[in-house]
């Protein structure tokens, strides 16, 4: 039997369209990988979004900042001694990009003007950490990324 060029053409394309379906098949099938979207509710979040950035610039235009760092101990959430304690309110939300399971909130309960997040409650990788609060009736957001160790 003899091929011709276009059985040629026709035998390759099918050919590719099997191996790309066998990779669309083996993706959506694996629960190894994850599809899920990074947000909850992306759309709602999204909506926010004009909000989420005030929040953001209000906490950039302070002049003495709350800082939050990595140590042995845990995350720790420093803020200025000019800050009273009392009047800090908020939420930190821990969220893990590579697994969600590992995202956790805790409130703003200052002691001595920081607040400390035990190690135990961390795993090793990258830790995304949204914190708002609110001093004096003013709204911020503050954002950072922590490696653990």
Same mark, same amino acid.
């Given at each position: 039997?003899?091929?011709?060029?276009g059985?040629?053409?026709v035998i390759?394309?099918?050919?590719?369209?099997?191996?790309?379906l066998?990779?669309?098949?083996e993706?959506?099938?694996?629960?190894?990988?994850?599809?899920?979207?990074?947000?909850e509710?992306?759309?709602?979040?999204?909506?926010h979004?004009?909000d989420?950035?005030?929040?953001?610039q209000?906490?950039?235009d302070?002049?003495?900042?709350p800082?939050?760092?990595y140590s042995e101990?845990g995350?720790?959430?420093a803020? /200025?001694s000019?800050?009273?304690?009392?009047?800090?309110?908020?939420?930190?939300?821990?969220?893990? /990009?590579?697994?969600?399971?590992f995202?956790f909130?805790?409130?703003?309960?200052?002691?001595?003007?920081?607040?400390?997040?035990p190690?135990k409650?961390?795993?090793?990788?990258?830790?995304?950490?949204n914190?708002?609060?609110?001093?004096?009736g003013?709204?911020?957001?503050?954002?950072e990324?922590i490696?653990?160790?």
């Open positions: 039997m003899k091929i011709n060029w059985t040629g053409i390759a394309f099918a050919l590719f369209m099997t191996f790309i066998y990779f669309v098949f993706v959506q099938s694996n629960s190894k990988y994850d599809n899920d979207l990074v947000v509710e992306y759309y709602k979040h999204d909506s979004f004009q989420e950035m005030a929040r953001i209000n906490a950039h302070l002049q003495y900042k800082s939050i760092s101990n995350v720790k959430i803020f /200025p000019t800050f009273e304690s009392n009047k800090v309110k908020g939420n930190v939300l821990l969220y893990r /990009p590579s697994n969600k399971k995202d909130d805790t409130q703003i309960a200052l002691t001595n003007s920081a607040l400390l997040i190690q409650k961390l795993i090793k990788g990258r830790w995304d950490v914190m708002e609060w609110e001093y004096n003013t709204k911020y957001l503050t954002k990324v490696y653990v160790n």
